[in-house]
C-alpha cells in the first residue's frame, strides 16, 4: 500500500465552461474520498480565466450539482476560506499571478512573445508542408536582448507571456495511481507554453499551479488527459522554487461501447439530468466511486461512511473506467428498494406534480393517495421520473386506443364481452373493497367461468387500466377504488360492442 502523509488537501478546479461533466463527479468524488479518508480538507476552487468559453450560470450549476451529489467542500467561492477568492478572475484582478509572471521574465525563465495567432497558424503550415508531424512552438524571442523587447512593447504591440521551456534533457514526475513509477519527458518534445494571455489573463497552468502552491495543496488528483501537460507544470514549480505537490492520473471513463471518452456531445453526461431523471445522490455516488476504483472483486453497494473507511489511492486502477447506464439503473433500483414507503412518496410528489397529476403543492388527500400507490410501484421503479407513467392511470381517464388488447389469447370479442359483463356484476355486489376480497371473488369466476387465471385478469387488467402490463391486479383495483373500477370495466365492454359492430 502507498503511504500518504495525513493531513492531505486536495482540491476540485472545473472550469465555468458548460453544464458538470459526470466524469469530473466521479473525479471530485476520489478527490473528496480521499480528503475524508485521511482527515485532510476538500477545496472547491472555479477556474474561470477563459473568458471565450465563459458560460454564464455554469458556475452556479457545478455548486448545485456537486451539493445534490452529496459532496461539501471545507473551503470555497460560497463559503470562502484562508485563502480567498476562491475564484481565479477575482485572484487575477488582485494581481495575485502578476507578480510570480515578473519573477520569471526577471530570472530570464519566462519571455514576451510579440508573434500572433495569425503568424503562428502560418508557421504551422509551414512545418507541416515539410513533413513535420508536430509543431512545437519555440520563438526567436525568447533570446531577445532586453532593448529589442522593449523596442516591441514601444510599438505598442500585444503580447502573451510563454515559459522558456530548456531544449534538452527531461522532465520526470510520479504519478500515484501509476505505482509511484517515474515518468520522463525529452524537453525536446516539448513547446514554450503561453502563461500569460495577451488580455493579461493567466491561463491554466499558471493560475491553476500557482493557486494550489498558495493553498497548500498535497496531492493534485485529476483526470489522465492531464499527464501529457504535468512535465510544463514540473518546469515550473522547478522555476517558481517550490516544492511539486504529489501528482495522482485517475483513468478516464469511456463510453458504453468503449470506443472514445463520455463526450458532451454525444452521450447524456450533465449531472443535473441525473436528478431530473429520478436518480437518488447515494447511489449516483456509489456507482461513480466505482469507476475506476474498487473495494474487491465482489463488493458493490457501499454507504458514504463505508467508502470513507476503504477508498485508498492505490486501488484506483491506470486503466480507462467503462461506463455502464443499465448498471447505474439496477445500482439505482437497488437503492430506491431500500427507502421506506414514506421517504419514497415524498421524494416521487415533485415528479408526479411536474406531470400535471397533482397540485404542484400537493392535498393532504393527494399526498395520502400517492403514499397508497406507492407499493404497487416501489419493486419496480428503477428512475423517479418513471412514476408519472407507471401511475398516470390511477389520476386520469382511461383509453382504449385499440380494443383488440382488451381480449385475451384463445377468446374472441364476444366471449370477452360476457366475462368482462360477469365479473363487472360480481365485483359490484362486493361490501367490501379489499385486496383479500376482490382476489377471492375474482378466483372463484375463473373457476365458474371455466377460464384460465391469465385470461380474466388480463381483460380486467386492460379494462381498468389500459394497458397489458401494470401494477398487481388486485393491488390496482383496490387502489383505484371500487366505482372506478366498475365504471371502467363498463367503458371497456361498451368499447367492445361499439368495435364489434364495424367488424
Request: no cysteine; proline share 5%.
Amino acid at each position: 500500500m502507498i503511504h500518504i502523509n495525513a493531513p492531505v488537501r486536495v482540491r476540485f478546479a472545473p472550469s465555468p465552461t458548460g453544464f458538470l461533466h459526470i466524469g469530473g463527479v466521479r473525479t471530485v468524488i476520489f478527490n473528496w474520498l480521499f480528503a475524508r479518508h485521511y482527515g485532510g480538507q476538500f477545496i472547491l476552487r472555479i477556474e474561470d480565466t477563459d473568458e471565450k468559453r465563459y458560460v454564464a450560470g455554469a458556475a452556479e450549476d457545478i455548486l448545485e450539482s456537486l451539493r445534490w451529489v452529496g459532496v461539501d467542500w471545507d473551503e470555497g467561492p460560497d463559503i470562502g476560506g484562508p485563502h480567498e477568492p476562491y475564484v481565479q478572475s477575482l485572484r487575477s484582478e488582485l494581481g495575485i499571478y502578476q507578480q510570480y509572471v515578473d519573477q520569471l521574465l526577471l530570472r530570464g525563465l519566462a519571455y514576451k512573445s510579440f508573434i500572433t495567432s495569425e503568424e503562428i497558424e502560418v508557421m504551422k503550415a509551414a512545418a507541416q508542408e515539410r513533413g513535420l508531424k508536430s509543431f512545437r512552438f519555440r520563438s526567436r524571442e525568447r533570446d531577445w536582448s532586453a532593448d529589442q523587447v522593449a523596442a516591441a512593447e514601444a510599438e505598442g504591440k500585444p503580447y502573451t507571456v510563454r515559459l522558456k521551456v530548456p531544449l534538452s534533457g527531461t522532465t520526470s514526475f510520479h504519478d500515484l495511481v501509476r505505482g509511484g513509477e517515474a515518468i520522463n519527458v525529452n524537453n525536446h518534445d516539448l513547446y514554450d507554453i503561453v502563461l500569460l494571455k495577451s488580455s493579461g489573463m493567466p491561463v491554466y497552468h499558471l493560475a491553476h499551479l500557482i493557486d494550489d502552491h498558495l493553498m497548500n495543496i498535497t496531492h493534485v488528483i485529476r483526470g489522465e488527459e492531464w499527464v501529457s501537460s504535468t512535465a510544463y507544470h514540473v518546469l515550473l514549480y522547478q522555476a517558481l522554487g517550490w516544492d511539486m505537490p504529489i501528482y495522482a492520473h485517475v483513468p478516464n471513463i469511456l463510453r458504453q461501447d468503449g470506443r472514445g471518452k463520455l463526450s458532451k456531445r454525444k452521450d447524456d453526461v450533465a449531472t443535473n439530468r441525473f436528478w431530473e431523471r429520478g436518480y437518488l445522490p447515494e447511489a449516483l455516488f456509489n456507482y461513480l466511486a466505482l469507476q475506476g476504483w474498487s473495494y474487491d472483486d465482489h463488493t458493490e453497494i457501499m454507504s458514504r461512511d463505508e467508502l470513507i473507511e476503504r477508498f485508498t489511492i492505490d486501488r484506483v486502477q491506470s486503466s480507462p473506467a467503462r461506463w455502464n447506464p443499465d448498471k447505474l439503473k439496477d445500482m439505482n433500483g437497488i437503492y430506491i428498494r431500500q427507502m421506506s414507503a414514506d421517504e419514497l412518496t415524498e421524494r416521487l410528489l415533485p415528479y408526479l406534480s411536474q406531470a400535471g397529476l397533482i397540485n404542484a403543492t400537493p392535498l393532504p388527500e393527494e399526498r395520502a393517495y400517492v403514499r397508497h400507490l406507492v407499493p404497487l410501484i416501489h419493486e419496480r421503479l428503477e428512475e423517479m421520473q418513471e412514476a408519472p407513467e407507471l401511475l398516470s392511470f390511477f389520476f386520469q381517464p382511461v383509453e382504449y386506443p385499440n380494443p383488440l388488447l382488451l381480449i385475451p389469447k384463445k377468446m374472441d370479442m364476444p366471449g370477452t364481452i360476457a366475462t368482462l359483463r360477469e365479473a363487472q356484476s360480481r365485483l359490484s355486489e362486493l361490501f367490501i373493497w379489499d385486496v383479500p376480497t376482490i382476489e377471492a371473488s375474482l378466483r372463484t369466476l375463473v373457476d365458474e367461468l371455466g377460464l384460465k387465471a391469465g385470461q380474466l385478469f388480463g381483460t380486467i387488467r386492460v379494462a381498468i387500466t389500459g394497458r397489458t402490463v401494470a401494477p398487481p391486479l388486485f393491488e390496482t383495483l383496490e387502489a383505484l377504488g371500487q366505482d372506478r373500477s366498475l365504471d371502467r370495466m363498463l367503458a371497456a365492454i361498451q368499447t367492445l360492442e361499439e368495435a364489434s359492430e364495424t367488424m
